[in-house]
């Protein structure tokens, strides 16, 4: 069995749901090259080519639940402005924070799904 199949079955091996999180985070920075590798993960851009039919560049967009970031680096791409990603992910979304000048941490005191979620926007 290769490495990253090892890695996607211990965390989805997981317990609990702290377990399940722990592992993610350990995980977050090989996560998407191993989707991609390993399983030819393409769902992050097949989604926006669905999204880009039906929303405007200019609209207001929330991604909710969004792990890595690839969506919204997709849709950045794809020339969305007014993004907004949150996720539960703290490794995965800030290593993403860190890694690409794209995105930068919402500011503090704002709503209260920011200080429940991680959360970044693109620039």
């Not at 039906?54 to 969506?71: C, P, Y």
């Not at 992910?89 to 209260?112: I, N, R, S, Y």
Request: glycine residues 8%; contains cysteine; hydrophobic residues 35%.
């Amino acid at each position: 069995m290769q490495e990253s199949h090892r890695r996607f079955q211990w965390v989805y091996e997981s317990t609990n749901d702290k377990e399940l999180e722990d592992r993610y985070d350990q995980g977050a920075a090989d996560y998407d090259n191993d989707l991609a590798a390993e399983f030819a993960w393409n769902a992050p851009q097949n989604a926006t080519a669905v999204f880009i039919k039906h929303v405007d560049t200019g609209a207001h967009v929330l991604d909710a639940g969004a792990g890595s970031g690839l969506v919204g680096e997709c849709l950045a791409e794809a020339g969305y402005k007014d993004l907004v990603a949150t996720g539960m992910e703290e490794t995965g979304v800030w290593q993403l924070a860190e890694m690409t000048d794209e995105f930068q941490p919402l500011p503090k005191g704002g709503p209260e799904v920011w200080r429940r979620t991680w959360a970044y926007r693109v620039k």
